[in-house]
Nanobody, 124 residues
Framework: QVQLVESGGGLVQAGGSLRLSCAAS????????MGWFRQAPGKEREFVAC???????YYADSVKGRFTISRDTAKNTVYLQMNSLKPEDTAVYYC??????????????????WGQGTQVTVSS
């Protein structure tokens, strides 16, 4: 069983930065593929970024070049550094874990465990 707890959300002006953290429990964290998703009001949950057991990363086109996903296995934590934020980045951001260890996991159904979410609001 894996438990995920996100933190770091908040209110920021357009062009600003935030760093989200996802603290995970469980000794197998280092072998899981980890992902970040987001969901805006009235919209479906969408993929943002993922990182696998070898620290290979993949990003949605909408955030490529602005967001960076990373992991610290010793701390059982995954990060999402978000720069050059735009109002359209406003959403609840969720951390997720894929126990099947997909090389690249971009779909909601690929993830077994989810955090409770953290709100990110970007003002114009």
């Amino acid at each position: 069983q894996v438990q995920l707890v996100e933190s770091g959300g908040g209110l920021v002006q357009a062009g600003g930065s935030l760093r989200l953290s996802c603290a995970a429990s469980g000794r197998t964290f280092g072998s899981y593929t980890m992902g970040w998703f987001r969901q805006a009001p009235g919209k479906e949950r969408e993929f943002v970024a993922c990182i696998n057991w070898s620290s290979n990363t993949y990003y949605a086109d909408s955030v490529k070049g602005r967001f960076t996903i990373s992991r610290d296995t010793a701390k059982n934590t995954v990060y999402l550094q978000m720069n050059s934020l735009k109002p359209e980045d406003t959403a609840v951001y969720y951390c997720a874990a894929d126990s099947e260890r997909a090389y690249r996991a971009t779909m909601v159904v690929q993830y077994d465990y989810w955090g409770q979410g953290t709100q990110v609001t970007v003002s114009s």
